[in-house]
């Protein structure tokens, strides 16, 4: 199976349980931080990767209150709700930077 860059770009290091680190990539930049789809494709892989996760994904609602600069961000994952098909869940970004400042959800 072939590996894409995004893929590549979006491996994360496990650092507890529904918490991962990711370094952020100049290769998925605009003019100062990481684009968008790069934190939405790695907010997909972060679900997918967490330990209760089932099914596919189906939607993505994303708020973006600040920039994902260089370096790390903390990522991490709750399930808000389980239902009989359909679960939700919370993904958040915190920079390593300003570990207590929301940087997407």
């Given at each position: 199976?072939?590996?894409?860059?995004?893929?590549?770009?979006?491996?994360?290091e496990?650092?507890?349980?529904?918490?991962?680190?990711?370094p952020?990539?100049?290769?998925?930049?605009?003019?100062?931080?990481?684009?968008?789809?790069?934190?939405?494709?790695?907010?997909?892989?972060?679900?997918?990767?967490?330990?209760?996760?089932?099914?596919?994904?189906?939607?993505?609602?994303?708020?973006f209150?600040?920039?994902?600069?260089?370096?790390?961000?903390?990522?991490?994952?709750?399930?808000?709700?389980?239902?009989?098909?359909?679960?939700?869940?919370?993904?958040?970004?915190?920079?390593?930077?300003?570990?207590?400042?929301?940087?997407?959800?």
């Amino acid at each position: 199976m072939d590996t894409y860059a995004l893929d590549q770009a979006i491996q994360f290091e496990t650092i507890g349980d529904g918490r991962y680190r990711l370094p952020t990539n100049e290769t998925w930049w605009n003019f100062d931080s990481a684009f968008g789809g790069w934190a939405a494709a790695a907010a997909c892989a972060a679900v997918r990767q967490h330990p209760e996760a089932r099914g596919e994904l189906a939607s993505l609602n994303a708020v973006f209150p600040d920039a994902l600069g260089p370096g790390q961000v903390e990522v991490h994952v709750e399930r808000l709700r389980q239902r009989a098909r359909t679960d939700f869940w919370r993904v958040s970004f915190f920079h390593e930077k300003a570990p207590d400042t929301l940087a997407f959800s």
